[in-house]
């Protein structure tokens, strides 16, 4: 009795299981939990970026605990101009990072 030979894969062949590398990383980094790791490095790497000179300048140390960024600033006055303004910071630096890195900022 003759019977037909499976259709054999190529490694060019399409399979329906195959993900793209993006969503491997992205499944990879919700499994392991990264995800707010990473966005607190992005925050810190590209604090210039996100805030600008004069308050990059003026920053002496930046970290995280607990969803709460604590920000160390070396003047009084910039300090206390961006204390009224901690909401608008927030949505900015949350908008950079495409995630809600940031629930409340500390000025020291």
Do not use: H, Q
Request: proline share 3%.
């Amino acid at each position: 009795m003759y019977k037909k030979p499976e259709k054999i894969k190529t490694p060019t062949s399409r399979n329906s299981d195959v993900a793209s590398l993006k969503d491997c990383i992205d499944d990879l980094i919700n499994v392991y939990k990264l995800r707010g790791r990473l966005s607190e490095a992005e925050i810190t790497g590209n604090w210039e970026k996100i805030m600008g000179k004069t308050i990059s300048s003026r920053t002496e140390e930046i970290y995280f605990k607990d969803k709460k960024l604590f920000i160390k600033i070396n003047s009084a006055p910039l300090k206390n101009e961006l204390s009224f303004s901690k909401n608008k910071i927030i949505e900015k630096i949350n908008e950079a990072v495409k995630s809600d890195a940031v629930s409340e900022i500390i000025f020291l």
